[in-house]
């Protein structure tokens, strides 16, 4: 037996799934229970009930790691509670006053969050000149008569010079303190209007992280174990728990990246559409290269649109609780009593994957009168499984489908569009087991020149590299087996000079431990 265990946590909508797995990635124990309204409850029963699965009681003392993918920032947000005050400070005077920050915000969430904003001189250009110097007075006078809990800087241009969010962090921690500072180079790429979004979101999250980092540690410690945590983030990979306080926003989206990559492990596939099907709804996604396919588009969150990495997701409303024959709904985590092969009365997409022989769930039969109805219901959820497998293939046939969460057996085993459809064993909690095999990375999204300029380039180059690799070390990876895992090149036009986009990240196990 191997000398330590590692658990990984998922918090999904319906339910929060747990597993244990050993230093060889076998998967020891699994558990599901309901998620809480408040999360945290549903947290700690499913740590309970993994760790009541173990084979030996003695071998929770060599549970030395717990990974934990949550929906709390993302409940935050959308439920506008638990939120902080952010000051926020644009540096963009005078090239962008004619749109001032958090203009496009819902009302609700920019009345709960907002401690005053202002735009003062400075920012950049895309090649790292400075549009205006950077108006020291109005930074302190600013950050001196503006009250928060937190402070969310953005710069024109940032990802291109740092030198001015840096500069005003510095100035934050002379005038007031140990007050938190969200920096916009270090949390979304280019376009400043969303880049500021994700960071003022970000600032705003710093007591959530703090609420459920204590609710975690206060779970463990009940048990007696002494472990490292880690959060999931939102491009499948982990942070230790003081970057996740730093940066709380990289957790939203979690959940899918998680289970991509859990169905990457679990299949040993590493290119292929995943199809995660839980109690509410059937997430699609595609792996490549073992990891989760990003994004392109910007991301919407509680009315906010951002541009911080997130899983190219599709979802679609089928899952295990979907009612036949109603407007999308769920009955959710009441499955268990409302479907009619629990002796319930509500026929839901459970029963129509019985009734077609596709599982063996519950404890009744189908009623025989139902069964004309949920077999079209069945046909009309393989049509929208088919026409979803086909929206995120962009026009490749040649992957597997790996199936994947509680609700997997609902998937017919041909779908039009997809080689073939694995089921993995422990499908059920992939999310949990992609949280638990995730490495750690970090990430740097700078501009460069697009060719020519000899060894500033290369140097520019390295240094990204270098910095991608030093973000993925502060993440928690093992400084001797970081690697640099992703590095693209997108031209940006229109520019005196051509440059592009660089986009680096670098990942690595975590960092061993003793015995």
Known sequence: MSTTLRVGIDVGGTNTDAVVL???????????????????????AALDAVLAELPDPGLEKRVKRVMLGTTHATNAILERRALGRVAVLRLGAPATTSVPPLSEWPDDLRDTVAAGTAIVRGGHFVDGREIAPLDVDAVRKFVATTPA??????????????????????????????????????IGSLGLLERENATVLNAALYGVARDVTAALREALD????????????????????????????LTIGSGPANSLRGAAYLSGVTDAIVADVGGTSTDLGVLVGGFPRESAAAVEIGGVTTNFRMPDILSIALGGGTIVGAEPRSVGYRIGTEALVFGGSTPTMTDAAVAAGRGTVGTRPVPEEWRERLARAVRTADEAVADAVDRVALGRADRPLVAVGGGAFLLADRIPGAREVIRPAHAEVANAVGAAIALASGRLETIVPASGGGSSRARLIDNAKEEAAARAVAAGADPATVQIVELSEIPLSYLPEPAVRLHVKAAGPLARQAG
């Open 22 to 44: 050993d230093d060889d990635d076998r998967v020891l124990a699994t558990a599901k229970r309901p998620t809480s309204p408040d999360v945290t409850e549903g947290l700690r």
């Open 149 to 186: 809990d937190a402070v969310a800087v953005a710069g024109v241009f940032s990802p291109a010079s740092a030198d001015q969010e840096n500069r005003v962090a510095e100035i934050i921690r002379a005038e007031i303190g140990d007050v938190p500072v969200s920096l916009s180079h270090e």
């Open 222 to 249: 009940a048990r007696g174990l002494e472990v490292e945590t880690y959060f999931a983030q939102n491009d499948g990979t982990l942070m230790a728990v003081d970057y996740a306080a730093r940066y709380p926003v």
